[in-house]
């Protein structure tokens, strides 16, 4: 990947970070986490059209955190409104 593209990537997710920071009143941390290997047909999706791939926390309060497909998985469930709320406020930024 080109450095300008990677600069452009950065910046776009520095623009959503701040937003999402605006919008909810919380600290965004943002990392790499390695390669992944999730069970989605995202990556071919995201050859075509301009994509990101969020991992919203949600773990409870109670500090165990089981991963997702694991019968014992549970999250707080207050992530679901602000995953919602942050990709569409991303989508209509975009299209705007």
């Known amino acids: 990947m080109k450095e300008s593209t990677r600069k452009v990537i950065r910046e ?3 623009t959503l970070v701040h937003g ?3 919008m909810f009143g919380v600290v965004a941390k943002v990392f790499d986490c ?8 995202f990556a071919y999706f995201a050859q075509a059209l301009p994509a990101a791939f969020l991992y919203i926390g949600c773990a409870k309060d109670d500090g165990l955190e089981h991963p997702h497909h694991s019968p014992d998985f549970f999250m707080d469930e207050r992530a679901l409104l602000i995953a ?3 990709v569409g406020t991303a989508a209509l930024n975009f299209l705007n």
């Open 12 to 14: 776009q997710i520095q």
């Open 20 to 22: 999402v920071e605006v």
């Open 84 to 86: 919602a709320q942050a």
């Open 34 to 41: 390695g390669p992944q290997d999730p069970s989605e047909d």
